[in-house]
């Protein structure tokens, strides 16, 4: 089984920048996809960034040149540094990590792991 740790979420002004880290238990790690997808109160579960086992990014629409997504294979980590953040940004932010199972970037049957979740609060 894998395990999933995210941390990094905060509360911070519009405009400002966060960096969440999501760290894997595991060194096959390597091998998976892996994505970050957030929930706000009410509306569904979106995905955000998704990076495949080429290295290939994917970005949703509302996140597109102000979040970069990326992992450090030595520390087995996922990273997403969110910059120009604004307040429809505020959400818990969950990473996600899938194996061999491939249904697109933003599709969750990608993904059987999951963190817990990290909120990230955005005033204006």
């Known amino acids: 089984q894998v395990q999933l740790v995210e941390s990094g979420g905060d509360s911070v002004q519009a405009g400002g920048s966060l960096r969440l880290s999501c760290v894997v238990s595991?060194?096959?790690?390597?091998?998976?996809?892996m994505a970050w997808f957030r929930q706000s109160p009410g509306k569904n579960r979106e995905g955000v960034a998704s990076?495949?086992?080429?290295?290939?990014?994917f970005y949703g629409d509302s996140v597109k040149g102000r979040f970069t997504i990326s992992k450090d294979k030595a520390k087995n980590t996922l990273y997403l540094q969110m910059n120009s953040l604004k307040p429809e940004d505020t959400a818990v932010y969950y990473c996600?990590?899938?194996?061999?199972?491939?249904?697109?970037?933003?599709?969750?049957?990608?993904?059987?792991?999951w963190g817990q979740g990290t909120q990230v609060t955005v005033s204006s």
């Open positions: 990076i495949d086992a080429t290295g290939s990014t």
């Open positions: 595991r060194a096959t790690y390597r091998s998976n996809h």
């Open positions: 996600a990590a899938g194996a061999s199972s491939w249904y697109g970037p933003f599709s969750s049957r990608s993904y059987p792991n």
